[in-house]
């Protein structure tokens, strides 16, 4: 595959190794991908999988507090940013329905200025990192984002900001397609080792859980306002029961319909006497 950018590599294994390239950045640029010592590099491992986990748990516990995806998402990608050094910040782009273009979900660590500039980018395999790591469905490495084709169109926004590398992961659903991307953009020129890579996909599939969790959440809670609604127009309600306390709950139109104030559980025995026998 050709491409004006220097070491450009296009994987033929798709969804696996990364489109990476180095730019034309400055001469005698060194690239900081220096293996540490076995030592420091399990330190450094298991520090980031105990905060990984850690994460992991705060983000089902904002999904199950009924946190909106805007909140969560912006939580996420605050704690990317620090995890992945000073000089980093993180975003996270959410696909269309049709696949067409992304749309910015977060970047708290990005001036305003910034973020309203990239609100909305087209998915294209040569449209920057996130629109190129959409469309192919790949990581996309770009370690000079300052000269690379790519980012023509957003070359001067980058360098206002100082951001001069970016890399870029797909989010993918359970079902396979493409949710949006999470990228973590640094303000030094730098490819990522295989461990630094293999982290940013563990944070997707982070990403990708709380989008899907969340976007259930509020289609259930929308699913329930409109059975509330419906249930006070036409003057129907419902029970629910918990296990194993037996415990049971009336909705308000049930309670209205029974001159019960909202919210009252009635025992059992007292629910079914609140009905007029079948003959």
Not at 46 to 64: D, K, M, N, P, S
Request: hydrophobic share 40%; glycine share 8%; aromatic share 6%.
């Amino acid at each position: 595959v050709s491409d004006p950018a220097p070491e450009l590599v296009l994987s033929s294994v798709p969804n696996k190794r990364p489109i990476r390239s180095g730019g034309d950045g400055p001469a005698g640029m060194e690239m900081k991908n220096e293996a540490p010592t076995r030592d420091i590099w399990e330190q450094g491992r298991r520090h980031w999988l105990e905060a990984f986990w850690a994460g992991q748990t705060e983000v089902l516990g904002l999904i199950l507090a009924g946190l909106p995806l805007s909140k969560v998402l912006e939580k996420i990608a605050r704690r990317i940013g620090e995890m992945s050094g000073d000089d980093s910040a993180c975003t996270i782009y959410l696909a269309d329905p049709e696949g067409s273009y992304l749309t910015l979900a977060a970047a708290p660590d990005l001036p305003e200025d910034f973020a309203a500039a990239a609100r909305h980018v087209p998915i294209g395999e040569n449209v920057g990192s996130c629109g190129a790591a959409a469309a192919t469905g790949k990581p996309v490495i770009i370690a000079d984002i300052t000269t690379h084709p790519a980012w023509t169109l957003a070359r001067d926004l980058v360098r206002q900001h100082d951001l001069r590398a970016c890399w870029s992961v797909p989010v993918f659903s359970t079902e396979g397609t493409v949710l949006g991307t999470l990228a973590v953009y640094h303000r030094e020129h730098r490819l990522p080792r295989n461990e630094d890579l293999a982290r940013v996909e563990a944070e997707a599939k982070l990403v990708s859980l709380a989008i899907e969790r969340c976007r259930v959440a509020e289609l259930r809670a929308a699913d329930e306002s409109l059975l509330r609604i419906a249930g006070q127009k036409a003057r129907l309600g419902g029970w629910t029961v918990e296990f194993p306390e037996v415990k049971l709950r009336w909705s308000d139109e049930v309670c209205a319909i029974h001159g019960m104030p909202p919210g009252s559980s009635p025992g059992i025995r007292e629910a079914f006497d609140s009905y007029a026998p079948e003959y």
